[in-house]
């Protein structure tokens, strides 16, 4: 059940935007090995055979390509293009320290709300002059959409909400030190042009506001309707910490007639974590669901070395195990509504599937679609390829890698809403929750 925490839906990763300024110091046969590398460790463990054979095209491609480059960022570029065809947010490239892969953005952010790139947080003293659901009409001049367009190839993601969703969150990276054009409109309908550098230093005392009122705490209990809904959320299932803050309230949940768990914008961790929340309204024993790795990852995982499997790669299924019900002291006999999103991830997809297994009512947004583990291995000049070596089947036996788990109530926020401080999204959910009480 562990799980490797997906960091905020790849920020970090490398970019098509390169700087071709920087000298190659990898030379050719050493980028052709790269590409070597991450052929070897997908075709012997990546869990989602019938990707394998198209791959293996564009690793030819690519090996072709790196010979040609000017520089390590492109080659990097090149890297982070090849890996985001596989189209699993659990598989992407690093690039090592000090490549220069045209990241870096300036103290704005935006994200897609309503269909329309939005700026959703930004640091403190640009708040006057950006403020926060103010609509992004062209960067540097050009639409939006076709920046975003730009950025696709370079994503990393399962799914096509979450691969729209990163690239129009990149829309405004380039070299650090550059300048990045912005105009945009308010929330009051007021047109203004700023400038901004990317990677700017931030002026002592300044921070990072939100329009989004989640992003503010890790952990979050709180009840509604005098105590009728009990109401906890997680940005994360890093450790036990975030059982231990559920933990903290359980005479309170106990004492309610419904509960909305809340993993929107979870970024993953340690699927362990959820499943421990969730015991407590297990009525009987119950199934995490199945997992499915390469029988040449299993020969690696049994191995001392990890090394000389030589047998023919096929798929194997297993359990993932059985959860057992808390003592009756403990046990919780309440109905479960969970809130999600497209940022919803990972080990938090785990704790959505366990809790459908459990009857939880879903509202709110599609999520990501990506879980699993990941194997790390070492590319030339430092950088990293992280590679999904497991593929999960739900605890109801549901596909959700590559897909998402779709809400029964679908909602998501409209920018109005945001500015105004509006939870379109939960309250939704109370709707439910009262509706399930009944």
């Known amino acids: 059940m562990k799980r490797v925490l997906l960091l905020w839906a790849m920020i970090l990763l490398t970019s098509s935007q390169v700087g071709a300024s920087q000298p190659a110091l990898l030379t050719a046969e050493q980028r052709v090995e790269g590409v070597s590398i991450i052929w070897r460790q997908i075709s012997e463990q990546f869990p989602i055979r019938d990707r394998v054979g198209v791959f293996k095209t564009r690793v030819d491609l690519t090996s072709q390509e790196v010979k040609k480059v000017s520089s390590d960022a492109e080659y990097y570029a090149a890297l982070d293009r090849l890996v985001a065809s596989l189209n699993d947010g659990h598989t992407f490239v690093m690039a090592p320290a000090g490549v220069g892969v045209g990241r870096s953005k300036p103290s704005v952010g935006v994200e897609l709300v309503e269909g329309r790139p939005v700026v959703t947080w930004v640091r403190n003293d640009l708040a006057k002059d950006i403020p926060l659901g103010s609509s992004v009409v062209a960067v540097d001049g050009k639409e939006p959409f076709q920046i975003a367009s730009e950025r696709t190839l370079s994503v990393s993601a399962s799914t096509a909400n979450s691969r729209r969703d990163i690239a129009v969150s990149r829309i405004l990276e380039g070299e650090s030190g550059s300048l990045v054009t912005i105009d945009y409109i308010t929330p009051l309908g007021e047109q203004r042009t700023k400038s901004l550098e990317r990677g700017d230093a931030w002026p002592e005392g300044t921070k990072l506001v939100f329009l989004r009122g989640i992003e503010g705490k890790r952990t979050d209990f709180r009840t509604f309707d005098r105590g009728e809904i009990s109401y906890f959320s997680a940005r994360d299932f890093r450790d036990y910490s975030i059982y231990s803050a559920f933990a903290e309230n359980l005479s309170a949940i106990r004492s309610s007639r419904a509960i909305i768990f809340d993993v929107r914008r979870n970024s993953g961790g340690n699927s362990r974590f959820g499943i421990e929340v969730l015991s407590h309204f297990l009525t009987a024993p119950t199934a995490v ?137 939960l309250t939704r959910g109370l709707e439910i929750a009262r509706g399930l009480m009944r």
């Not at 390469?294 to 001392?304: G, L």
């Not at 194997?316 to 991830?345: A, F, N, W, Y």
């Not at 599609?366 to 390829?385: C, H, I, N, Q, W």
């Not at 809400?407 to 809403?417: A, G, I």
């Open 289 to 425: 669901g199945a997992t499915r790795k390469t029988s040449a990852r299993i020969a690696a995982e049994e191995s001392n070395l990890g090394k000389g499997f030589t047998g023919p790669i096929i798929l194997v299924e297993k359990p993932q195990g059985v959860i057992q019900p808390r003592t009756e002291s403990e046990r919780i006999s309440i109905p479960l509504v969970i809130l999600t999103d497209h940022d919803t991830v990972s080990a938090a997809e785990d704790f959505v599937s366990f809790a459908s297994a459990l009857g939880a009512m879903r509202v709110g947004e599609d999520t990501a679609g990506s879980t699993g583990e990941m194997a790390r291995v070492a590319l030339p000049g430092g950088g990293t390829l992280f590679a999904l070596i497991k593929w999960d089947k739900s605890a109801t036996g549901d596909e959700f890698v590559g897909l998402g788990f779709r809400p029964h109530v679908p909602s998501s926020p409209t920018v109005s809403d945001l500015v105004g401080g509006r939870d379109t999204i």
